[in-house]
Nanobody, 127 residues
């Protein structure tokens, strides 16, 4: 079992920055894949970025490349998402997710493959 808890959401003006954190507890290992997903009002949940915690290899959605950066502190089991140059289109509930299976690179941004989820943290970008 893996428990996930997000923090760091809030409201920011366009062009601003926020940093989200996800604290993981329970059993994880080098095969664990973790990711950030988001759901905007009236839209499907989408993958933002995912990382193989063992290798550190990450995959970003095109919409956030160059603006968002994922990082991890394996000792403390904390996954962070630095979000810069935020846009109103980034407004959503952001979720941290994890799975213990060796997901393929083509699957890591698909929410259907993840078994463990946090409750989410709201990010609002508005002037």
């Amino acid at each position: 079992q893996v428990q996930l808890a997000e923090s760091g959401g809030g409201s920011v003006q366009p062009g601003g920055s926020l940093r989200l954190s996800c604290a993981a507890s329970g059993t994880t290992d080098s095969r664990t894949c973790m990711g950030w997903f988001r759901r905007a009002p009236g839209k499907e949940r989408e993958g933002v970025v995912a990382i193989y915690t063992g290798s550190g290899i990450s995959y970003y959605a095109d919409s956030v490349k160059g603006r968002f950066t994922i990082s991890q502190d394996n000792a403390r089991k904390i996954l962070s998402l630095q979000m810069d140059s935020l846009k109103p289109a980034d407004t959503a509930m952001y979720y941290c997710a994890a799975d213990l299976r060796p997901l393929s690179p083509g699957s890591v941004l698909s929410d259907s493959w993840y078994n463990y989820w946090g409750r989410g943290t709201q990010v609002t970008v508005s002037s």
